[in-house]
């Protein structure tokens, strides 16, 4: 047996090397690669095509992979330059904000050189669905308030009046409340820039909905969406010029007799904690 072995092994021996010793023959006589390394050829091509193709099929996947970590990378970044935008945007509307409330508070002075204010708190919200009311924490025995004191920003926005004055604290109706009403210029600061002078006022079915309402409005009063109410100053219950809100729709009534027009309020009460009672003005003659 052992013998068989070595008798074959030196067969496989000798016609490897005669394989070898033709295509050695062949590359430098015939200047070419043989029958034998051109039959080699033949059957390794397809296994050299196929590994050809996976070469750029793995190429082709390592480049996608590459591509898109860069698209990722790139919309990390545009999302970050996004969201600071979106941050410097909310910086400049609050500082526009900003800029018009002290503005206005510059020329609510400007126009009531006598008037006094005096800094309070909001003490808690009455839960009544019929009211617009709140409690401040001044009364008669640490303030000067009195009912019908007015209540408004430091900017010069109306936000209601004393309606009733205890020891320590006093309630204050907002200007959305069924009792308040305002004589005011619609679209001016005054009855030169006015469109006409109206009564602004709480009104129920519109109370729940956060508007005021303006009606009966006269036929030669022109008002339009998006014009600005302030107080006129007659009467002498409140200062002139205090800002009460924008109309934000004309209207006539069910019964087609005479208009009405719906007011937005210039500040939402329930966001504002502190604020000032107007104790003492003087509107101008």
Known sequence: ??????????????????????????????????????????????????????????????ASIYRYEELEKRYEELLRDNIQMRTDFRDSVALAQENADLRQQLEFRQRNPGVRQELVNLSGWNSDNWTSTFIINRGYANSEIRPGTPVGTEYGVLLGQVSEVRATESTVITVLDTKFSAAAFVGGENSEEADGTVTVKGDFAHMRNGLLIIDHIDDDINILTGAEVFTSGFGGIFPAGLTVGTVVSVNNHANGIGRYATVMPSRDVRTIQTMFVILEFENPD
């Open 1 to 62: 047996m052992k013998a068989l072995i070595t008798k074959r092994s030196v067969i496989i021996t000798s016609i490897a090397l005669l394989l070898a010793l033709i295509t050695l023959v062949s590359v430098n006589v015939f200047n070419s690669a043989g029958p034998v390394t051109g039959f080699a050829s033949t059957i390794t091509r397809p296994i050299r095509a196929l590994s050809s193709t996976v070469t750029r099929t793995f190429s082709n996947i390592f």
